[in-house]
């Protein structure tokens, strides 16, 4: 089962292929968050615009532990990136459970030893599953399966060719929900602040550019927190001590059209390659900048 759900050439596994199986990729941007990393950040536009060669690390549920843990893990096995590029989930920054979302995913991959480490650090069963596959079967259940046969078959899954270097979108027909919640008071921990900072550290110690940003939100991330300008500053803050750019996108007029949202908390793809293109020329421009100033 796990040999045919590395088979896949396109879609999430291929993306973890490229991750855990490959060897020295060679991307010069990384970017780093949640699933709103994942379907915010279209590398094709971004290469256009900025010449780069890029690719979306940006994986469901991911809580700050876990991005360092994916960046960690690829820069041991692939050719360090120049750039992250991390998005910072300001409304999630109050929750200090290390949640590895859909884990039996990392399943097929944990022949890599020191991806197997870093995840047995998060949830010490990892050990179990890869030496008990008794203990590891019972999660895989048949939706495993049919990706393992989609692999052996060649035959690409519903979503898997709606992903390109990592971007994940949702079919142009497919719809979320748009609702306004009752927003919450939240603030950062000192566990999320710590791996916030183990990530600075990680990307200067390694010769790593990090520029931190908070993608759009429907409605400006009001219906999340009740709080959010004090949570914006803490992070402007954050940047301003460690020399590293923050972007807020959140009360950007040019991204307050509800049609360009899939829902709350995600853009669909034209709302995605709006973002990316405002993005990506910024980006840019502040690349150009340095490049001048280091002259």
């Given at each position: 089962?796990?040999?045919?759900?590395?088979?896949?050439?396109?879609?999430?596994?291929?993306?973890?292929n490229e991750l855990?199986?490959k060897?020295?990729?060679?991307?010069d941007v990384l970017?780093?968050?949640?699933s709103?990393a994942?379907?915010?950040?279209?590398?094709k536009?971004?290469d256009?615009?900025?010449?780069?060669?890029?690719?979306?690390?940006?994986?469901s549920?991911?809580?700050?532990?876990?991005?360092?843990?994916?960046?960690k893990?690829?820069c041991?096995q692939h050719?360090?990136?120049k750039?992250?590029?991390?998005?910072?989930d300001?409304?999630?920054?109050k929750?200090?459970?290390?949640?590895?979302n859909?884990?039996?995913?990392?399943?097929?991959?944990?022949?890599?030893?020191?991806?197997?480490?870093?995840?047995?650090?998060?949830?010490?069963r990892f050990?179990?599953?890869?030496?008990?596959?008794f203990?590891?079967?019972?999660f895989t259940?048949i939706?495993?399966?049919?990706?393992?046969l989609?692999g052996w078959?060649?035959?690409p899954?519903k979503y898997?060719?709606?992903m390109?270097?990592?971007f994940?979108?949702?079919?142009?027909?497919e719809?979320g929900q748009l609702s306004?919640?009752?927003p919450?008071y939240?603030?950062?921990?000192k566990?999320?602040?710590?791996?916030?900072?183990s990530?600075?550290?990680?990307?200067?110690?390694?010769?790593?550019?990090l520029?931190?940003?908070?993608?759009?939100?429907?409605?400006?991330?009001?219906?999340?927190?009740?709080?959010?300008?004090n949570?914006?500053n803490?992070?402007?803050?954050?940047?301003?001590?460690?020399h590293?750019?923050?972007?807020?996108?959140?009360?950007?007029?040019?991204?307050?059209?509800?049609?360009?949202f899939?829902?709350?908390?995600?853009?669909?793809f034209?709302?995605?390659?709006?973002f990316?293109?405002?993005?990506s020329?910024?980006f840019?421009?502040i690349?150009?900048q340095?490049t001048l100033?280091?002259?």
């Amino acid at each position: 089962m796990y040999a045919g759900i590395k088979k896949n050439k396109q879609g999430i596994f291929n993306k973890y292929n490229e991750l855990f199986l490959k060897e020295s990729n060679t991307y010069d941007v990384l970017f780093l968050g949640s699933s709103r990393a994942e379907m915010h950040f279209e590398p094709k536009t971004f290469d256009s615009i900025t010449h780069l060669n890029s690719f979306n690390l940006g994986v469901s549920g991911a809580s700050l532990r876990v991005n360092y843990t994916l960046l960690k893990t690829y820069c041991h096995q692939h050719q360090k990136p120049k750039h992250v590029i991390l998005n910072i989930d300001y409304f999630s920054l109050k929750s200090d459970i290390d949640m590895l979302n859909d884990f039996p995913r990392y399943f097929p991959y944990l022949k890599n030893k020191y991806l197997r480490t870093e995840l047995n650090n998060i949830d010490s069963r990892f050990n179990s599953f890869y030496y008990n596959p008794f203990h590891s079967l019972p999660f895989t259940q048949i939706e495993y399966l049919s990706t393992s046969l989609h692999g052996w078959l060649d035959i690409p899954g519903k979503y898997d060719t709606l992903m390109y270097k990592g971007f994940q979108t949702a079919a142009a027909n497919e719809r979320g929900q748009l609702s306004e919640g009752t927003p919450i008071y939240s603030f950062i921990s000192k566990k999320n602040r710590n791996y916030l900072d183990s990530i600075i550290a990680f990307s200067k110690n390694n010769h790593i550019s990090l520029t931190l940003v908070t993608t759009p939100i429907y409605g400006g991330g009001y219906h999340q927190v009740i709080n959010k300008p004090n949570l914006v500053n803490q992070l402007h803050n954050v940047a301003f001590i460690n020399h590293i750019p923050y972007f807020d996108y959140t009360d950007s007029l040019k991204f307050s059209d509800s049609t360009l949202f899939f829902d709350n908390e995600h853009l669909n793809f034209v709302g995605a390659k709006k973002f990316s293109t405002s993005f990506s020329g910024v980006f840019h421009n502040i690349m150009a900048q340095n490049t001048l100033f280091n002259k």
